[in-house]
């Protein structure tokens, strides 16, 4: 199980596209996709924290090239939200990392 299970959602936005990706640890079987352009998140409320990234950043933390922590302090990301979870983003893009399209990475 996985140490940021239960800890909640996080949402994230690709700031050159505008897509929009879900992470859910708060129920038994954790959960994430891609949103559509309404609100149809399967995520019952608001996320835990809101995650803001390029495309190429997000790959880049993903693939443990660029430590989210760094990427924060440079204004390459932007979080909102339970700073707790946000403090904990490195195991959230590991999580993460395994429902991302496969050729983006």
């Excluded at 239960?6 to 700031?15: A, C, L, M």
């Amino acid at each position: 199980m996985h140490a940021i299970h239960k800890q909640g959602s996080v949402v994230f936005t690709i700031s050159d596209t505008n897509e929009r990706w879900y992470l859910d640890l708060k129920s038994d079987t954790p959960s994430a996709g891609k949103l559509g352009n309404n609100d149809d998140s399967p995520l019952t409320g608001n996320p835990d924290l809101t995650v803001k990234v390029s495309e190429a950043d997000m790959i880049k933390m993903v693939r443990k090239e660029l430590n989210p922590q760094s990427a924060f302090m440079s204004g390459k990301l932007k979080i909102k939200g339970k700073m707790a979870l946000a403090m904990k983003l490195t195991s959230v893009l590991s999580a993460t990392g395994k429902y991302l399209p496969k050729s983006k990475l």
